[in-house]
């Protein structure tokens, strides 16, 4: 079965288009989102229960929490075409991380990356209006994130010999997924 890895910046609307194109995909594709699996396990472990713990967590109990995270994947991409929602870099306490390090993307092995990008300005107006907790953020911070998460799909698809496909999310949410099925 494949993995397909779709990733963007908190605000960006992934969430939304990753459940989009689930339900336009059907039955023969799962949606798991990295972070909440990761929450599960941090959870189970007694590490954390909410994902502002995750960002407090050691180097060493992030890797840990990854790993199971990625080993957990594989076990359902055995079984399930799988779109994986996550991020390529991760903001923590001690400053930006691998949203997946080497171990885990062997683990994962995704056949496809797509990131789903907005203008800088259009995803701090989001965050803004969200009832989510996020960062504080800045159109020039949100920037560098996005070149982040870019660099690190660059690599990730290069070590898995994978193409990398661009999903802009300005408008409606129902065409950025069309265009991410498109590409799936």
């Known amino acids: 079965m494949t993995v ?20 336009k995909l059907g039955e023969g594709y799962k949606l798991i989102n990295f ?11 007694g590490v954390a229960t909410g994902r502002g713990d995750l960002a407090r967590l050691s180097q060493r109990q992030t890797r840990r929490l990854q790993r199971r995270a990625g080993e957990f994947v594989a076990d359902e991409a055995e079984s399930t075409n799988i779109i994986l929602s996550t991020h390529l870099a991760v903001e923590t306490q001690d400053g930006y991380i691998q949203g997946l390090p080497a171990e885990v993307l062997h683990d994962v092995s ?14 701090l107006e989001r ?38 496909r661009f999903i802009e999310n300005e408008g409606s949410v129902e065409e950025a997924a069309d265009r991410l099925v498109d590409a799936i």
């Open 4 to 23: 397909t890895l779709v990733s963007g910046v908190t605000g960006v609307g992934l969430s939304s288009v990753c459940q989009t194109v689930r339900r």
């Open 35 to 45: 972070g909440d699996v990761m929450l599960e396990q941090a959870a189970t472990s």
């Open 110 to 123: 995704p056949t496809t990356f797509a990131l789903v990008e907005a203008s800088p300005e259009t995803i």
């Open 127 to 164: 965050r803004q209006n969200s009832s989510r907790e996020t960062p504080e953020a800045t159109e020039r911070k949100i920037a560098f994130e996005q070149d982040l998460n870019r660099s690190a799909a660059l690599q990730y698809a290069r070590d898995q010999n994978a193409p990398v």
